[in-house]
């Protein structure tokens, strides 16, 4: 059966796969979702039998059904190869009574590697699939983590390249360093005078520049963006979760058929979303706890219905979730609406003219499948230290947010269900908190110093 994608706001539809890889963004402003979710094709059983790899080709074949098999494993074994640096590519580690899912173990120990690894393999065929004749020229904004995931997956791509920008102050060092000793050729990294948002706006500005489209265009090459809407990087995430349930059945954790519930530590609302599009394929999945800092805004809709962006927005030491307008909610919004575009578009006005919208009880329903919770800074630093000292495994900050959300979940005992917590950086991206949380900081001691002093330190890596 083939998938076809249509806007969350009801401009376009009957989109091809590749298509929508190309464009990213709908006409109208909505994201692109599949009309019909298409069901899993491989009975649970088999499912520990299979490799990563094997894992992302059962779940991309389903949502990306105009890309044939060889040029989906052209894209799977171009992305999941010897750039990460274990076998298993996302390990699944069981510490204590937890398990968790590693997915940092790509080129910026982060789990936006994961997804922009493949993005320019499925982007770069879908050009060619269409014959879109241009070199493609990637512009990015970003506030520290998504630059160089981006720079590391496009660079010497071919037909590619990639302009990245950044706010010059506004990132840490070793973000900064990352960036610009960056060495693919036909990579580029701006230091930009202001914040993110003026380096936002300013992508934004480019895009929208009719003369300098057309200028290009007649150069050959065309504008894209490495944004998380795009489902090029929302469909290969659904595997992380499909290949969770085999690892967990393979280890005898669980049974075929059993219900696994996933904790994810959540900001655009982007991995737990591809969690929920992994239950409407069949894969049996309980509960989706959401975790959020104390920017917790999903928390609070979650357990109100009402999605408000009108706070302060909070600085913490899981910077990568500190965000107020989660994007990929949308296409959640969409689906518990009855995909209803109509529906959605009034919502997501509401969202940009006052800040908030409300859902009725009717949608409220559909948020079922979800558990909202939130750790503030105290309980995140507390959770690195615990779980430190039960059993010698360190998490980094925004994995600890998970950590936490979840022993919330199952202090309330609401299911019996094994857990699986989502842990999206490496403790090493994040030293010098990790190092705070278990009382080894030494505020002497630069950042890379900490780095092999946690080292010594840690049982694993
Ligand atoms: C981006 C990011 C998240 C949040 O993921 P979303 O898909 O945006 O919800 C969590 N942890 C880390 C380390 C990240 O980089």
Known sequence: MDILYRSTRGGESGVTASRAVIKGLCDDGGLFVPESFPRLNISLDRLPELSYRETAYEVMKEFLTDYTKEELLYCINSAYDEKFDDEEIAPLVKKGDMYFLELFHGRTIAFKDMALSILPYLLTTALKKNNVDKEVVILTATSGDTGKAALAGFADVPG??????????????IQELQMVTEKGKNTKVVGVKGNFDDCQSGVKAIFNDEELKAELNSEGFCFSSANSINIGRL???????????????????????????????TGNFGNIL???YAKQMGLPIGKLICASNENKVLYDFFNTGDYDRNREFILTTSPSMDILISSNLERLIYFIGGCDPKKNADLMRSLEKNGRYEIDDKMKEGLKDFYG???GEDEVFETIDSIYKETGYVIDTHTAVAAAADRKYKAGAHDENRSVIISTASPYKFTRNVMRAIGKENDETDDFKLVDELSAISYRM
């Open 373 to 375: 919770a939130y750790a």
């Open 235 to 265: 469909i290969p995430q659904v595997s992380y979760y499909v290949y969770a349930y085999g690892r967990m059945v393979k280890g005898g954790h669980i049974k075929a058929g059993d219900k696994l519930d996933f904790t994810v530590p």
């Open 160 to 173: 590619t390249r990639i302009i990245v920008f950044y706010p010059k102050g506004g990132v840490s060092r």
């Open 274 to 276: 591809a969690a929920f």
